[in-house]
């Protein structure tokens, strides 16, 4: 059974930073990307960053700049350091782990962690 565990978030003033983390376990052989999605209230699920096993990087434009997504695929973990936070960073931050099956390909979230960014 794939488990996706998420920490690091909390309260922040603006231009602040935090760093969110982000593990997968549970006998994965085949992790094909990890990345952050975020939602804010009201608001549907976003991208915010992901990563690829093949060192492929992706980045919400809202976030470049700012946030820097690093993975350790020996550990299956990923970490988002987000600089220079602004309010509407404000949201619930999840991880998203995708895992290449014998056939297809399985997606696994993490329950989330608030991220609230002050002004």
């Known amino acids: 059974q794939v488990q996706v565990v998420e920490s690091g978030g909390g309260l922040v003033q603006a231009g602040g930073s935090l760093r969110l983390s982000c593990a997968a376990s549970?006998?994965?052989?085949?992790?094909?990307?990890m990345g952050w999605y975020r939602q804010a209230q009201g608001k549907q699920r976003e991208l915010v960053a992901v990563?690829?096993?093949?060192?492929?990087?992706e980045y919400a434009d809202s976030v470049k700049a700012r946030f820097t997504i690093s993975r350790n695929s020996a550990k299956n973990t990923v970490a988002l350091q987000m600089d220079s936070l602004r309010p509407e960073d404000t949201a619930v931050y999840y991880c998203?782990?995708?895992?290449?099956?014998?056939?297809?390909?399985?997606?696994?979230w993490g329950q989330g962690t608030q991220v609230t960014v002050s002004s």
């Open positions: 998203k782990v995708v895992i290449v099956g014998s056939s297809s390909l399985s997606t696994y």
């Open positions: 549970g006998g994965i052989f085949n992790l094909l990307s």
């Open positions: 990563s690829t096993s093949a060192g492929h990087t």
